[in-house]
């Protein structure tokens, strides 16, 4: 059985920390910044963690 590759889309914007979460950044932060006020885009700055439901599926596509 042949090995199974990387999803490269998901391991750009995906990683896993040491205990196997999901780590990612937040959306909504690239453009249209004069709109938002500044509590929301602080509250984007930090990155976060993936649902424990979607997390299996982004595991398998980065394959860590």
């Known amino acids: 059985m ?8 998901s391991a750009k ?3 896993l920390t040491a205990t196997g979460k999901v780590k990612l950044n937040h ?10 006020t500044a509590k929301h ?3 984007l700055r930090g990155g976060a ?7 299996p599926v982004y595991r ?3 394959q860590k």
Do not use: D, P, Y
């Open 27 to 36: 959306c909504n932060r690239r453009h249209k910044l004069g709109i938002k």
């Open 49 to 55: 963690t993936m649902s424990e439901c979607m997390a």
């Open 13 to 15: 914007r995906f990683s």
């Open 60 to 62: 398998t596509l980065i």
């Open 2 to 9: 042949g090995k199974v590759k990387t999803h490269k889309a």
């Open 41 to 43: 885009k602080r509250q």
